[in-house]
């Protein structure tokens, strides 16, 4: 299913998960399944927020079957609270979609051919990652090329604040270090720094699905983007390109980071 790229019969016939699972670690029992529905396809990144005081998180579906948009779904305990304001017993964990994002349509012979006959690009998120504060919710969108950065203070409505693009499997948009070259690969593994201020890409994600979505060939490349008030942008001073062959997939800073400080699994 994953070590020789996506399978289509196995992806079209809903195979590759869109459920969550909670479990009592004490009593190592299973307690709830909290299904995305069998049109969301690859439940990939599962992310709780750094506030050890509040129950909810993010996790991300890769793909819908539907119309290959992707999105991220707020994970959370409802303690059904009643009229005297006070929760009741341990709650229900629930699920709700937050972020929906729609594929951008494409001309066919501009597509690899595993998206050919769809017409459009999927945005394919295969990261997402939380600055400290539980403030900003970062998504990759490796298959359209674009960063989205949320505000999600009211994680129930996150807000769009900023986006950048980069690479991409059509747009292929160029790196402000690079104006006049094309770029492959696409914001994919995402690191937020403690401070929140800056943000580290790499672009490649595993060999065999690199090749069916970039069957050009992933030109490795890491790139900073800032964090203002204005949302974000690259930073034009920092683009590390690798040498041929090489595909740089993970970040992690000295001294710590986001992801670091969370207790994240994929």
């Known amino acids: ?101 729609p594929a951008e349509p494409a001309n066919e012979e501009d597509l690899p051919p595993l998206l050919r006959g769809f017409k459009a690009v999927p945005p394919l998120i295969t990261d997402i990652n939380l600055s400290l504060d539980d403030r900003y919710l970062y998504v990759s969108c490796w298959g359209t090329g674009e960063l989205r950065q949320y505000d999600v203070s009211d994680p129930f409505n996150p807000v769009l604040t900023g986006a950048v693009r980069l690479g991409g499997i059509v747009r292929r948009t160029a790196h ?21 201020k800056r943000l580290y890409l790499t672009n490649a994600l595993y060999t065999p699905w690199d090749e069916q979505f970039y069957p050009d060939g992933i030109r ?16 034009p001073r920092f683009f590390l390109e690798f040498p041929k062959g090489q595909r740089p997939h993970q970040v992690r800073l000295e001294g710590g980071d986001a992801t670091s400080d969370s207790f994240c699994f994929a």
């Open 1 to 101: 299913m994953v070590k020789n790229g996506v399978n289509p019969e196995l992806l079209l016939g809903g195979k590759y998960g869109h459920q969550l699972h909670v479990w009592d670690l004490k009593t190592r029992r299973h307690q709830q399944t909290l299904d995305l529905g069998a049109d969301q396809q690859m439940t990939l990144v599962l992310l709780p927020v750094h506030n050890p005081t509040r129950a909810y998180g993010f996790v991300c579906s890769v793909i819908s079957l539907t119309d290959l948009s992707s999105s991220v779904w707020m994970w959370y305990l409802d303690k059904h609270e009643y009229g005297n304001g006070k929760p009741h017993g341990k709650g229900e964990w629930k699920l709700k979609k937050v972020i929906t994002i």
């Open 220 to 235: 490795g490349w890491m790139a900073k983007i800032d964090v203002n008030r204005h949302g974000i942008s690259a930073d």
């Open 176 to 196: 402000p270090a690079k104006p006049a070259t094309p770029q492959n690969g696409g914001p994919q593994m995402v690191e937020v720094s403690r401070d929140g």
